[in-house]
């Protein structure tokens, strides 16, 4: 398995762009996970998923921000408008079911705002 | 609630010196906890969680409930194991197995 897979790397983008965000989990993981990654406030959960449903995205800063998971192979985070705050690391996570805490994460996809 | 606390930002020691992370953590239940690692511009990696009582690279983390601390320590430091380190504890409470993490804390081990 290639393990979590995210794109693009890198992404640089003006304020007030549309920028989407994929993450592809590992097959079987029943949960998949959305973090960001500043060095001012760490890691934070954005939002989380299980079999494909949102369960708690309190996490997600404001309205500008949404993430979907259409199938269990395949998720977006999508920030409409961007702003140069939410500059950061993004990292995607999976875990199987009952592998509590055993996170397998993406690459990360740097994303900065100008 | 659940909190994670990592004390220390930034952690320098020579290479060879012993070294000790602090994580110290609050909850009701009964705690599972984890080290993630995260190498420079890399995915962040599970290290090691306590119910293994494992040791991995030379690290260990002892579970001491009673001042609530699951320090992560190595007694010979070496220079690859300069990496960000962020403690983490699984809420039981939710039981989607969520993980909550410290700040995390820089370890940079000088030659």
């Known amino acids: 398995d290639a393990g979590v897979i995210q794109s693009p790397r890198h992404e640089v983008t003006e304020m007030g762009q549309e920028v989407t965000l994929r993450c592809k989990p590992i097959s079987g993981h029943d949960y998949l996970f959305w973090y960001r990654q500043t060095m001012m406030r760490g890691l934070e959960l954005l939002i989380y998923f299980n079999n494909n449903v949102p369960i708690d995205d309190s996490g997600m800063p404001e309205d500008r921000f949404s993430a979907k998971m259409p199938n269990a192979s395949f998720s977006t985070l999508k920030i409409q408008p961007s702003e140069p705050r939410d500059s950061a690391v993004y990292f995607c996570?999976?875990?199987?079911?009952?592998?509590?805490?055993?996170?397998?994460f993406g690459s990360g996809t740097r994303l900065t705002v100008v | 609630a659940q909190r994670v606390t990592q004390p220390e930002k930034l952690l320098s020691v020579f290479k060879g010196a012993p070294v000790e992370l602090k994580c110290n953590y609050s909850y009701s239940g009964s705690p599972e906890l984890f080290w993630y690692v995260q190498y420079s511009r890399q995915r962040l990696q599970l290290l090691l969680r306590?119910?293994s009582r494992e040791s991995i690279k030379g690290f260990t983390a002892d579970l001491n409930k009673g001042e609530t601390s699951f320090h992560l320590k190595k007694p010979f430091a070496q220079e690859e194991d300069s990496a960000m380190y962020y403690c983490?504890?699984?809420?039981?409470?939710?039981?989607?197995?969520?993980?909550?993490f410290g700040r995390g804390t820089q370890l940079t081990v000088w030659p």
């Open positions: 306590h119910i």
């Open positions: 996570a999976s875990s199987p079911k009952g592998q509590g805490g055993g996170y397998t």
């Open positions: 983490a504890l699984l809420d039981r409470g939710s039981t989607l197995g969520r993980l909550y």
